[in-house]
């Protein structure tokens, strides 16, 4: 269970640096900044933040289960 619950933290928190361009260097961002809309820059934002929350509460869980 708890190896369960660290996969998906650890997915979680994946996806969202992937998404945020958390792993980019100013070269590439910069790049790609200018070619991307509002909407989908908000879009990127948003899944990025939902799956870093859900990455940060499966680690929560799986702490919580290793330490009970």
Known sequence: MIQLFL?????????????IG???????????FPSETVEHR???TKI????????AISLGISGLIYLL
């Open 7 to 19: 996969i998906v933290g650890l997915l979680g928190i994946v996806i969202s640096g992937i998404f």
């Open 42 to 44: 908000n879009f990127r």
């Open 48 to 55: 990025a933040i939902y799956s870093g929350l859900a990455g």
């Open 22 to 32: 958390a792993w980019t260097n100013g070269k590439q961002e910069r790049g790609n």
